[in-house]
């Protein structure tokens, strides 16, 4: 995932983040390596150094923010005065942000790589207590602004080109009034505004910097140490359902054993965002977080009404698994599991020739730029004791975007290397053709180059393969994204939209609640397909993006649908066609924040309003379903 470059905020988020899709894996080989970070060679980590040479180069910028934060609040009163008043504000609080952006991302990537170091973690507080200062100082600015007449503001844009680059901003504030408090309340809220990452803050150091890992026998492998990465691994490549069973158990009970705890953290996140809405005067929370983008919340809630009513593609992709897996029953940690013996594993080196070889279409400077990416130390490869799990993207405006993820040799993981890397591209393009103030885009349109890039890769491999059980395994591994980004990203989005409706009506909210409204939901999607572990019900703990990024992940699903549409129409198409549809592609991630998304993704040729943008996707997942059916025939 890839969040806009607002840096402090983007950190915190991201470090949270775990992968999404976790497909067909490669066990062994990550059992093995070592999980010591100094023996990895330098080619395999990121560099750094393109931020800051060492901390103390860190630590003069640090030093140079807290003077810009007090000449920005000496600002207040000055903005009606006149255009360049204004202009001047907006390009301080700018300068101030690209400086926060540099700082943050360098100690926050630092920290991501090792949350025991103290010292770091020391680094990063710091960090943000300044960034606690810097949301206090500006908390006058936009009450200020919009006390300006709109006549005037029209008449100041009209007459100041070089303040048409804030136009979208002021236009959503004004959008917005209604929930915009006066200058000392918006100071008051601020004050607060440290709080509000508490809840992920706790979590996190509950299940990364605390975890302790169950160890666990393993038929196959012996004696293992269930880290994440091993836990994911051994779910998607073990053919044996009560190791898959074993894992499952093992990791829940590590969860199931502090429910209180996380229900704790879990409701401290929905009384947040229910405080937080009443006191912008937003009827539910749903409508506060849609709002900033300007999403009707008909697009949310159809969508979770068009894919729970036609749950029955993916329901019939799991009856057939059950069957071709021989199983008396389908449970959740049989979601990933291989259907052939069909064994690979993929070097880190040939993937990226493959990733760029699979972007082709693109075009040769959109593929120069991935090269560039890999060639030039943007990504941390492999895991390491105290790295975080998952992957992300991250970046500076004017150097590059940074990966982190944790590969090991596997299907899954090749493709989460393509997916950070789509998100890689997307900020260098809309870095190269945006202004720092409309640069940074919006979750909802964040995960299209993502998915296309994982799209890409896809086809791409098909194309190079005629043998049936490589093309099972492809096939699942195509079925598996099409769950693991979409359906499941909405069955999760309905989950927190309920949880967030408990609060909303003044209902209790416990473990017990909060894992019986998890089991409602999963039966609410795939019925009597799935069985019910007692366990099942504590999965709510295990998904990061509830307490980092509430009403996050239904993007995934709307990306992904939005991608599969514009990639399909580029593979489709030939000659003029074809460059067309690849411009509107480009442009698309040209845009960054230049525009609402939905209007970004109607220019493109994406109506995200429409359920049949959505009725596509099921469709698909049926027609994937017969093509396997297809390919399993030929091995009997």
Not at 419 to 436: F, I, K, W
Not at 457 to 462: A, F, G, I, P, S
Request: hydrophobic share 35%; aromatic share 12%; glycine share 6%.
């Amino acid at each position: 995932m890839y969040q806009k470059n607002r840096i402090m905020q983007g950190i915190a988020l991201l470090i949270q983040v775990t992968i999404i899709m976790v497909l067909i894996t490669g066990f062994i080989s990550a059992e093995t390596r070592s999980l010591v970070r100094d023996s990895i060679p330098d080619k395999y980590k990121w560099d750094l150094s393109h931020i800051y040479p060492d901390w103390s180069a860190w630590e003069t910028d640090l030093a140079r923010l807290e003077p810009l934060i007090d000449s920005f609040q000496a600002l207040q009163g000055s903005l009606s005065g006149s255009a360049d008043n204004l202009l001047n504000a907006f390009r301080m609080r700018d300068r101030i942000d690209r400086l926060f952006d540099s700082v943050s991302t360098y100690v926050g990537l630092k920290y991501t790589t090792d949350q025991r170091n103290n010292q770091i973690g020391a680094r990063y507080q710091r960090a943000r207590v300044l960034r606690k200062k810097n949301r206090i100082s500006r908390s006058w600015f936009s009450p200020e602004l919009l006390r300006i007449n709109r006549d005037i503001l029209q008449s100041w844009l009209a007459g100041k080109p070089a303040l048409n680059v804030y136009r979208l901003e002021i236009e959503m504030e004004i959008r917005r009034q209604k929930h915009t408090l006066d200058a000392a309340r918006e100071q008051l809220l601020s004050y607060f505004s440290s709080f509000q990452g508490s809840p992920v803050r706790i979590y996190n150091a509950l299940t990364t910097a605390d975890k302790k890992h169950p160890i666990v026998e393993i038929a196959d492998s012996g004696i293992v140490t269930l880290t994440d990465g091993r836990y994911m691994n051994l779910l998607s490549t073990s053919r044996n359902q009560a190791d898959r069973a074993l894992a499952f158990d093992s990791m829940m009970t590590t969860h199931s054993n502090k429910e209180n705890t996380f229900a704790a953290i879990y409701n401290s996140v929905l009384q947040r965002d229910w405080a937080t809405a009443q006191a912008r005067n937003y009827a539910t929370t749903l409508e506060s977080y849609l709002d900033h983008d300007n999403i009707p919340t008909d697009v949310f809630t159809n969508l979770i009404k068009t894919v729970k009513e036609n749950s029955g593609a993916i329901r019939r992709y799991f009856t057939l698994k059950k069957k071709m897996l021989g199983l008396e029953e389908f449970h959740m940690y049989d979601r990933y599991a291989p259907l052939t013996d069909f064994d690979a594993t993929y070097e880190y080196d040939d993937i990226v020739d493959w990733i760029i070889e699979s972007v082709e279409p693109l075009g040769p400077k959109y593929q120069s730029r991935v090269r560039e990416g890999f060639e030039n130390r943007w990504i941390d490869v492999y895991e390491n004791e105290g790295k975080n799990s998952g992957g992300f993207c991250s970046g500076v405006y004017g150097v590059h975007p940074y990966i982190l993820v944790n590969y090991n040799e596997t299907i899954g993981e090749m493709f989460t290397v393509a997916h950070e890397m789509g998100h890689a591209l997307h900020s260098v393009l809309a870095n190269e053709n945006q202004p720092y103030a409309t640069t940074g885009y919006s979750i909802f349109v964040a995960e299209v180059a993502s998915t296309g890039a994982e799209n890409l890769l896809l086809r791409y491999l098909l194309s190079k393969t005629q043998d049936p059980k490589e093309r099972i395994h492809l096939l699942q591994k195509t079925i598996d994204g099409l769950y693991g980004t979409f359906y499941r990203q909405v069955l999760f989005a309905d989950f927190e939209w309920r949880a967030h409706k408990m609060v909303e009506s003044g209902e209790p909210v416990t473990a017990k609640s909060l894992n019986e409204l998890y089991l409602q939901v999963i039966d609410d999607f795939y019925g009597d397909t799935m069985a019910k572990d007692s366990l099942l019900g504590y999965y709510w703990t295990s998904v990061p993006h509830f307490y980092f990024g509430p009403y996050y992940v239904y993007k995934y699903a709307t990306s992904y649908a939005a991608s599969t549409h514009l990639i399909n129409r580029i593979m489709s198409s030939d000659g003029a066609g074809k460059q067309k549809a690849v411009d509107r592609y480009l442009g698309l991630l040209k845009a960054g924040g230049s525009d609402y998304p939905m209007n970004l993704l109607k220019n493109s040729g994406v109506d995200m309003s429409d359920p049949e943008t959505y009725l596509a996707i099921i469709r698909l997942t049926d027609e994937l379903v017969s093509q396997l059916e297809s390919e399993m025939a030929k091995l009997e």
